[in-house]
């Protein structure tokens, strides 16, 4: 599982993104951006800034 924490790009943002792959969480996180912090248009570099940001997480069984 991969995830992105809003408040590492967006100071006071409390949300993530999590799923199974990078381009997945980018999606997500750019579904955020637009719905909670009104952005129309997302530039090649915000989603740059989004992909340095993924890290990995463990999942429990």
Known sequence: MKRFDGGSL????????????EAEVVSK?????KAEHG???IR???VERIKERI???????
């Open 39 to 41: 952005e129309t248009q």
């Open 44 to 46: 090649p570099d915000m």
């Open 10 to 21: 967006i100071p006071g943002a409390t949300w993530h993104a999590t799923a199974e792959t």
């Open 55 to 61: 890290f990995d997480i463990q999942t429990r069984h």
């Open 29 to 33: 996180a750019i579904d955020r951006l």
